[in-house]
């Protein structure tokens, strides 16, 4: 028997037997989406197995508490292995879903329990992509403390639920519920109300994200310096906060980047090297990479003398619009004349 989904009146009584009725194979396996974190997936699986979220835990043979999120972060061989023995995943697939310990995980929420109102939550979430997915999930995205809005509906994401105020707590979750629904009062978290992030905060947002991940990918020295500038933007706003960026509630956090989306970007770029710094300038100012590489596809089409078109096609040559870019942003390259295109970048230091 196989499915993918986790409904609340799907009530599958099995639990004294577990061991002996599936012995080798449970009897539900439930495929990851794309972009699922883990736990969430942890958290699916148990449900459609007839196992509430934290009896699962002893089913894993680990200790109750936040014992899916801390799966997120280190997944034992032996957890990984019966995993996927016990369902249709291969054990790649099941690894492929845990937070990746790259350069960005200080910009992780940390797991906290139960957390004071003005503080971070270990995770958050967005209302309007509950209410769209077949089976609610949580993403990987919704862990790091630089996301404070939805990419997909421009709203801002919530990390509490609005009639109870506690954090999203499934991995205690002692009922076969559903994991979009409150553990503490089973508040429907896809009836959330909606919470607004200016545009100019999220185009920040989403320069941050991409800093991040074009200095990541290309394995620039300074990633450590990109992350360690974000996590102390609370300083940088000015908001009389001491508190770095990971503790400080989604609330918070969004009223920082607003703070700081309506000032230059100094703080991101000052006391780098110029390549540096006249990138992430760039990439703030056109609000995003890809805003930036469409700039730039213009700017090479100027250039070339080739007749300028409307709008670049979907279909460029992405890859190669990349190097190109990079090119230009290399030393004694045609830097200066990218320069013309734009207002004052910072100066080089
Ligand atoms: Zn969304
Ligand atoms: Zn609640």
Redesign the pocket.
Known sequence: MRGDTARADFVIEIRERYGDVARNCWPVSVDPFPDELLSSWLHRLALANGIAPRSFAGVLGLSEGMWSPRLDLRLPRHVAGLLADQTSVPQEAISAMMMSACASAPLLLPLRENAHRNRSTWMQYCPQCFAADDAPYFRPQWRLASRVSCFAHGCGLRD???????GIATFDQGELVPQHF??????D?RAAPKASVKAAARRLERAIADICRVELARGWPKIGDAVSRVLSMPAAADLGSRRTLTNLSTAARIRCFEALAAKPPDWLVNDTDSAGAYRRWMIVAAGGHDALIARFADFLETHQGSPRRKRTPPAADRSALFAAYFRVMQPGGVRASARSRRARPPAPH
Not at 160 to 166: K, M
């Open positions: 509490r639920c609005p009639a109870c105020h506690a409150c553990v503490r009062c089973r508040f978290l």
